[in-house]
């Protein structure tokens, strides 16, 4: 008698789960805020509730959706790269790089170029610029290893925070707060066509990730193991990077670099729900999503009428969360 | 009958350092092989060129009469299945998840078939760990984890089998039974390759001693005529000797 392909199951109700909340998230989270939006001057298109909700809620909540999916999968997509439940975005140098990139931009005073925000181009410029030395630095005898890329990001992680501390100190009082501010992370009302790029790009980016996962489960066991399953180790490595920083990039390119999502909620979705890949990292995305859209919303309400940026809500609750991961954590042992 | 596997010629090196030096030999379905040789001999590297994961800088491995460079990687991994010496043991994955990974190889479907399911299963009873197939990987002892991980390669329904040091870490009684399964294994046509140090398993077990010593085929004997001539004892130690066990099996002991 056969075993019932579980898996399906599983994958289908946690899935299913995850967009609910997702969508949820959606519909709700544009409604909370310092001030009362009546539904009814909405439905009659009446300012300022319908602009409110139109031009700030919305679009904020779609950001914070689309940025913290993309985060959390890149977080999750690390993590198996690196056999590591610790990994983010962060560890591989790419957040470094953007940082560096838009606050080489803030600390010259350059604001827009054609429309374009200039802490956008200037966050994909370091992150590409890092994507590059790292692949560069980490590729040996046509070979690439998921230990050299971590010691490569590492090393680019430095550079990057030592760079970031001279701009912040040349920069005068006016331009160091920016630069403070944005190295927060925060989410802010964006233009609809900014938002329907970074989806665009996202969407894309996830796809390509996601018909890998089987690759993803045999890579975060390891790469001999991998290897011996059919697959080609340092062009999945090399393929899941650039992948990965497009969807940081794209992200910390509008909403400055947010961190813990990316190892909060991968985390949690692989202890509750599963560690395959096939689940983990669509069910990673909506929750990150879903996740990083109620902290802006959190921020939004505990202060009125200042707002908390949604980086430092994250923080506060990703902090200790962290400590607790590591408290847990059993040191990894070979057998 | 045509050799299942022909390695021709092989050499490989890190950096300056060679390891492996026109290494030569072929095993048919049906054999077992140990393959022997102090650390560092090149044993891990030869099974990382025959599965694909290493590619040798001069010289030719052969699947089936065909040349592996002809093969993609998945091909290979349908053919050749290979437990590497070190596994992370702290993975997130049940035993089930783990062993179910031998059939991606073999399929495209986003999720395993009802087929697939029944393979695994069948590759776990066989070694006596479908009971943990709902555990976490890390919560497994070390006999419990090298079973799953045999159970993985079992699944993957290779022609071919390589085993880097399968009897590590493991206590007597595990030992056997993981031998055991490689042994019935080849019994059942399938080619066998385990890297040890244990040259009393390798004698109890196999059928041939491949030794590797200063990056070649030192000596290559069936496990039969080991007795006969016991010089390739001395690739490990001047202290082996070689005798018999009350059953007339050879035996190796140290003074």
């Known amino acids: 008698m056969s075993t019932p392909p579980k898996l399906s199951f599983v994958a289908r109700y946690s899935l299913t789960l995850s967009v609910l909340v997702f969508l949820g998230a959606a519909l709700l989270l544009p409604w909370v805020g ?12 009446q300012s300022p509730d319908y602009d409110i909700l139109l031009q700030l809620r919305i679009s904020r909540t779609l950001l914070a959706l689309v940025a913290g999916g993309a985060l959390s999968l890149a977080g999750t997509l690390f993590q198996a790269m690196l056999r590591d439940a610790l990994a983010t975005p962060y560890t591989l140098g790419i957040s470094a790089g953007a940082s560096l990139g838009a606050v080489a ?12 925000p200039m802490t ?4 994909l410029t370091g992150a590409f610029s890092v994507l590059v030395l ?13 230990f050299s890329l971590l010691l490569t990001g590492i090393a680019i992680n430095s550079i990057c925070a030592a760079f970031i501390i001279i701009l912040s100190s040349f920069a005068g009082m006016s331009r160091s707060f920016s630069i403070a501010r944005w190295l927060i992370g925060s989410i802010d009302a964006t233009s609809y066509s900014s938002l329907g790029t970074l989806a665009a790009v996202a969407l894309l980016a996830s796809t390509l990730i996601l018909t890998q996962a089987r690759s993803w489960n045999l890579l975060a066991v390891g790469e001999r193991w991998a290897a011996s399953r059919g697959v080609r180790v340092a062009s999945l490595l090399a393929q899941g990077y650039i992948l990965g920083s497009i969807l940081v990039a794209g992200a910390i390119a509008l909403t400055g670099p947010i961190g813990f999502v990316g190892l909060i909620v991968p985390h949690l979705v692989r202890s509750r729900i599963s560690p395959d890949h096939r689940i983990l990292m669509p069910c990673s995305f909506f929750l990150g999503g879903a996740l990083l859209a109620l902290c802006d919303a959190l921020g939004r309400v505990v202060m009125p009428p200042a707002e908390l940026p949604a980086g430092a809500v994250l923080a506060l609750i990703g902090g200790p969360y962290l400590v607790w991961v590591i408290r847990q954590r059993v040191p990894a042992e070979e057998i | 009958m045509s050799f299942l596997l022909e390695v021709e010629g092989v050499s490989f090196s890190y950096g300056s350092r060679s390891v492996l030096d026109s290494i030569a030999f072929s095993a048919k379905e049906g054999e077992f092989l140990a393959l022997l040789g102090i650390n560092g001999s090149g044993k891990s590297t030869l099974l990382d060129i025959i599965s694909g994961f290493r590619k040798p800088e001069t010289g030719v491995v052969s699947i089936g009469g065909r040349n592996q460079r002809q093969w993609k990687l998945r091909e290979i991994a349908q053919q050749v299945s290979h437990l590497p010496q070190a596994i992370h043991a702290d993975l997130p994955f049940t035993a089930e998840q783990l062993v179910a990974m031998g059939r991606y190889p073999h399929t495209d479907r986003w999720f395993e078939s009802v087929e697939d399911h029944e393979c695994v299963r069948a590759a776990m009873e066989r070694t006596s760990c479908w009971t943990h197939r709902h555990r976490a990987f890390q919560s497994l002892s070390g006999g419990e984890r090298q079973r799953v991980l045999l159970a993985a390669c079992l699944a993957q329904n290779a022609s071919t089998l390589l085993l880097d040091e399968p009897s590590t870490f493991l206590d007597i009684e595990q030992q056997l039974h993981c031998f055991n399964v490689l042994r019935e294994e080849a019994h059942g ?7 040890t ?21 030192a000596h290559d004997v069936r496990t ?13 130690s001047s202290r082996l000797n070689m005798g018999k066990t009350p059953a007339g099996a050879p035996w190796v002991w140290y003074q």
């Open chain 1, 34 to 45: 310092a001030g009362t939006i009546s539904l009814a001057r909405v439905l009659r298109h």
């Open chain 1, 105 to 116: 931009v803030i600390a010259a005073g350059w604001e827009t170029f054609l429309g374009v």
């Open chain 1, 120 to 123: 956008w181009i200037g966050a």
């Open chain 1, 134 to 146: 790292v692949i560069g630095g980490a590729f040996r005898q046509r070979q690439i290893s998921a």
């Open chain 2, 189 to 195: 046509g399938k080619l066998c390759i385990a890297a």
């Open chain 2, 197 to 217: 140090h244990d040259l009393n398993l390798a004698l109890t077990y196999c059928t041939r001693l491949i030794v590797l010593s200063d990056g070649m085929v």
């Open chain 2, 224 to 236: 039969t005529q080991a007795q006969d001539n016991n010089d390739w004892l001395a690739v490990f």
